[in-house]
């Protein structure tokens, strides 16, 4: 499972040099799927946002004292309800995708919850200044999400090795609201 204390995200070594040398420390990032990039990311940005499907792996991650980390627990059936009738309980993914100045990385496991209804919903809810991220792009579970962000924002693409010497693909997308972000 997590295996802190030399948590390392498994993004492409080519993104994190090209990402870690951003002004991130005063920005909130977003992620959906959790784990190591959670612990790693918590050292990064002044606050770390992080929704997980599988019980064990949120349980796992929640006995950790991340102090700038929210851990938000969701199940696949109803993530993507906008409204939940007579309950008076919002959607907490929009709550946070409302932000402004916001990165999001979408990183779940794609088996679980398809990363394109991910793409989807992030792309209708956030704000214009967000920044997307998407892990495992070139991965054939992973190509209608890559060509939907694709059909809508710019993209800087990140193909390179991971920590574990895997080969992969770290993407970023983003548009004229928000490209100087990555300057």
Known sequence: MIKEPHAQPLL???FLKFFLNLKLSDKTYLE???GDSTIFFSKVFKHVIAFEDDLSWFLSLQKKTLENTTLEFFKK???FETCIPCTGVSNELIK???QPNLIVMIDNHPGRVSRLKFAEFIDKHKQKDTVIILDNGDKA???EATAFLKSKYYCLDFPGKYFDGSFGLTSI???NDNYERLL
């Open 173 to 175: 997308f983003f548009n």
């Open 32 to 34: 959906i799927g959790s």
């Open 96 to 98: 946070y995708l409302n």
């Open 12 to 14: 492409t070594k080519t």
């Open 141 to 143: 579970d992973n190509f």
């Open 77 to 79: 059936e109803t993530v």
